[in-house]
């Protein structure tokens, strides 16, 4: 079966730095997604990682071990309206369509 | 325009009614995708059409009819709806369904209440 972990609640103080976990079990590997979202509003792309390493954009980076099976994502320079849910999620290894099998989200909630 | 559309962003109804949930996209996007998602829970995915072809139904109960008209539209019909079904119920579309960098595009949503 396919299995995403991720840590369910973090809290950080605003302009400091955090990192969220994401290590997953599946039987074949074609891709990791991060994807930011805020209360009652749509999922927004943030990163996307197939190879080892990381990826840089702006505040944000996300990193991939694919023998290990984890990834994280970094936020540095925190703002207040970083406060929202990120989702990990991994393609299908079989690539059904594109379907993306997702963690069940970290709520990140960031203080002044 | 990069932006995926749904109407109507909330609906509240019966059990006994009929109703549509409508995604709209202009990117050129040939897979387009229904997902249901409950409070604090991940997105859970319903549908997939590829091409205007439904490829994947991941065993969603008939009460939920999708439609694919043409490549930029997607419909959800409803009938017969439970409480339980009350949820955001999200659009997603990207290039197509099988490249190996395929970034899905959310729309914001529509907000079902089934009473």
């Known amino acids: 079966g396919q299995n995403i972990d991720q840590p369910t609640e973090m809290t950080a103080t605003e302009g400091a730095i955090v990192q969220i976990n994401c290590t997953y079990q599946t039987s074949g590997f074609n891709g990791l997604f991060w994807y930011q979202q805020h209360a009652g509003e749509a999922p927004t792309f943030l990163s996307y990682n197939v190879l080892d390493g990381l990826e840089e954009k702006g505040r944000f980076s996300s990193f991939l071990s694919r023998s290990k099976g984890y990834s994280y994502l970094l936020l540095k320079e925190l703002q207040m309206k970083d406060s929202a849910s990120y989702l990990c999620a991994v393609r299908d290894p079989y690539n059904q369509g594109g379907k993306l099998i997702f963690g069940q989200g970290t709520e990140l909630s960031v203080k002044p | 325009d990069t932006e995926v559309t749904q109407t109507p962003k909330h609906l509240v109804m019966g059990m006994t009614n009929k109703k549509s949930l409508k995604c709209e996209q202009h990117?050129?996007?040939?897979?387009m995708y229904w997902y249901k998602q409950k409070a604090k829970k991940p997105p859970e995915l319903m549908f997939v059409y590829s091409y205007e072809k439904l490829s994947i139904n991941e065993s969603v109960p008939s009460r939920f009819s999708p439609e694919c008209p043409n490549s930029s539209l997607l419909n959800l019909h409803l009938h017969a709806l439970q409480p339980e079904d009350s949820a955001l119920y999200l659009c997603?579309?990207?290039?197509?369904?099988?490249?190996?960098?395929?970034?899905?595009?959310f729309g914001p949503g529509t907000r079902l209440t089934v009473l």
């Open positions: 990117m050129g996007h040939r897979a």
């Open positions: 997603a579309s990207s290039q197509d369904g099988g490249s190996s960098y395929n970034e899905q595009f």
